[in-house]
């Protein structure tokens, strides 16, 4: 029996607004050992991220993507700005060379991320929020919130070094997503629109530079992960198909079934992504999907998946030393 079997499931939590004014700081990388783990996960902030990502998987229970859903201008805003990041694809080619990874082009379209993306997170900014702290001698000319939230940003999308991209990436777009939540861009009747608007352009967008400059998965498991490159699709994913009338885990097995509805549901998505970029078998090149199949229900594979995240992303060095920690997140 493994650790994360035995583990209590994740329980969501909720997410306090700031008060105002307050001492913005850049987020730094704070973890370098496991006792570092152990106390960010005895903090109110480990706490919070993780319950931040439970309660986005539990809005999304029972909906399809297409369904209706609160989209406040700020949620349509940032599916803007994503769709903007998906055009810089389309300007910048990949480069033509002999290897399959790392289309060094990435730098190029990563280099853009970091030299427009301040400009247009300002748009999704409270004025009162841009003002506060102006004039405080920083040489970077950005407001203080700018200063804090855009780094959680530019490293959602890889490494432009390594042009690599894995689960930690991922979860610092989620903590970007904390952070908004936080100084009050989004409230929970967002956190459905959070996941079927705008985690799917972003997952889209990934999708699209994973394919288009060949990035190579961080970390990756291998054959013993999930997915290369992601993970909360799946928790997402498996939490729409909670008490689904049809669909059981063993649907996935369902050629016609990851046709006709991975466009509704992210865990059929993921499933029929994996089988379009990896040859043969799905018992072979991804024997975890293949065994978790075999789960009973919906349920237990969201409530499982919750408590593997806990286990093999947050509890894991390798993946958790590229977290970010400023005054939203804090690490003390």
Not at 90 to 113: C, F, K, M, S
Request: hydrophobic share 40%.
């Amino acid at each position: 029996m493994t650790p994360a079997s035995i583990a209590p499931v994740p329980k969501s939590c909720a997410i306090e607004r700031i008060p105002l004014p307050h001492a913005f700081q850049r987020p730094r990388k704070r973890i370098t050992s496991p006792a570092d783990l152990e106390k960010l996960h005895a903090s109110p902030a480990g706490r919070e991220f993780l319950g931040f990502v439970v309660a986005l998987s539990e809005a999304i229970i029972g909906h399809k993507l297409s369904d209706p859903c609160v989209e406040s201008p700020a949620t349509a805003a940032l599916v803007e700005i994503l769709g903007t990041m998906s055009r810089w694809v389309d300007d910048i080619p990949p480069a033509t060379q002999a290897v399959r990874y790392g289309n060094p082009a990435y730098r190029e379209w990563h280099a853009r991320l970091e030299q427009e993306s301040p400009g247009l997170i300002a748009s999704l900014i409270p004025p009162e929020l841009l003002e506060q702290g102006r004039g405080g001698g920083s040489s970077s000319g950005m407001a203080p919130v700018i200063q804090e939230l855009f780094p959680y940003l530019e490293d959602s999308f890889g490494n432009a070094t390594r042009i690599d991209y894995g689960t930690g990436h991922e979860a610092n777009f989620a903590a970007f997503l904390l952070c908004l939540a936080k100084i009050g861009v989004f409230s929970r009747e967002d956190y459905q629109a959070l996941v079927s608007r705008v985690f799917v352009r972003y997952l889209d967008l990934m999708r699209k530079l994973q394919t288009t400059y060949w990035m190579e998965p961080a970390g990756s498991h291998g054959v013993w992960g999930l997915d290369d490159y992601h993970f909360l699709p799946f928790i997402f994913g498996a939490a729409q198909l909670v008490n689904h009338k049809h669909m059981r885990p063993k649907s996935i097995h369902n050629q016609d079934i990851l046709d006709n509805f991975s466009g509704e549901f992210l865990y059929l998505g993921c499933v029929r992504f994996v089988k379009q970029v990896k040859k043969g078998p799905l018992a072979e090149h991804s024997p975890m999907i293949d065994d978790i199949s075999g789960v009973a229900s919906w349920a237990k594979v969201h409530s499982g998946m919750l408590k593997m995240y806990r286990a093999e992303v947050l509890d894991k060095v390798p993946i958790m030393q590229h977290f970010l920690f400023g005054s939203l997140i804090a690490f003390d």
